[in-house]
Structures are given as structure tokens and as C-alpha cells.
């Protein structure tokens, strides 16, 4: 990034806007990528706290079909960054059961989730009122309850927070139960969901060497 600078044209005469080194050439595509990504992310957060339009879709709007395709090549989805972290949440919530009844009952899968998440909503504030309905989980997504209020929490407590729920259902689960728990909550979740969450710091790898170092 430092061999990228935006320019004030105001004050500089017959100067582009932006001047980019050359050496950024030799810089790996996925570095760059995961570059416009992030400040991608960091400024559409800031633009959606001043309740103004959506800057991703003012944004794929004004680049053409060869510089979109250009920029999914080096990593950059501009899709996963217009999850809201309530829907987020609801559906990492969702897929942890859904992967745990595939091993038992989905009444005891949201009891266990449900238990996970009260055991951390001291460190987690923001958790306390997060919850899986267990009489409308019929009804999908609406029976996980999540309050708006989630939108504000930082992205980083919020990964943290996952990254805690998701490795103690790992940790506690049953060697054949848990064998391939990882691999098949990538595979519920799906590749945007996995790609945000790992955005907010939750590493999924990591919790998979934790388990099998433990048994």
C-alpha cells in the first residue's frame, strides 16, 4: 500500500488522482486482492454508519464486466462484504445445528448450541439475547433470534465471539461425531459465509488442528 497514493488535486495541477508505483506489479495478485478487499470493507463500514447508499453497488456499477472479473481472479468478493452480521450470525447458528443433527437429534443440537452461546455472553455481552428457537427452527432462518443491535458490535468481538462457540461444539463432540465437524460446517455454510467470517477473524483451520491434536 505504500507505493499507492491519492493525490489533492486540488492543491496539485495536472496530477492524476491516484498514483501507483510500478512496483506494485511485482506484489502477489492475492496480496493485492486481499488489499482492495479490505479497504473495500473498511470503507463501506464507514459509509453504511452515515445511512448513505450502498457503496458496493455504486461501485460495481461504475467498474466494467472486465475489471469485475479482473478482481474476483485475485480474490476480491465484493458479495461477502454486504453480509450484515446478523445474518451472518443467524447462519453460522443455523448450520452448527444443522451439522450436529446429522449426529444426533436436532432437538439436542439446539440445546447445545443454546448452552454455548449462554456460556459466553459474560465475555460476549452482545450474546445475551442471541438464542436458537427450538420451537419455530421449522420456520429457518426467523426462529434464530439475533437483535439489530448486533450491527454495531466491532467485527473483530463478533469473530472472537464465533471463534469461541464454534471451537468448544468442536472441542465437545465425539471423536467420530467430530471428525469431519469442520469440513462439513464449511460445506453447510458455503463459500460466502466462510469467506465473511474468516474476514471477522474466525479461523476455522485453527480449530480443527485444536481438535485433532486432541484426540
Sequence with gaps: MRYLKI?????????????????VDGALPS?????????????????????KLSLIDKLKNSLNADYLFKLEEIGVNFDIIQLKQTTVIKNVLKALVDVMSNSSTES?????????IRKFEDKFEFLSNVKVDGIHYSEGL????????IESVKESDLGRSLQKIIENIA?????????YF??????????????????????????????????
Design 108 to 116: 439436542y443440537a439446539i440445546v447445545m448450541v443454546n448452552n454455548v
Design 171 to 179: 472441542s465437545s463432540l465425539g471423536e467420530d461425531a467430530g471428525r
Design 182 to 215: 469442520i469440513d462439513k460446517l464449511r460445506e453447510q455454510l458455503g463459500k460466502a459465509y466462510v469467506l465473511r467470517i474468516e474476514e471477522m477473524g474466525v479461523n476455522l483451520h485453527m480449530i480443527e488442528l485444536k481438535r485433532d491434536f486432541m484426540w
Design 7 to 23: 493525490n489533492d488535486i486540488r492543491s496539485i495541477q495536472n496530477v492524476d488522482i491516484v498514483t501507483v508505483d510500478n512496483s
Design 142 to 149: 426467523n426462529a434464530i433470534v439475533v437483535p439489530s443491535e
Design 31 to 51: 496480496k493485492v486482492g486481499a488489499a482492495i478487499q479490505k479497504c473495500t470493507q473498511e470503507l463501506n463500514f464507514h459509509v453504511i454508519e452515515k445511512n
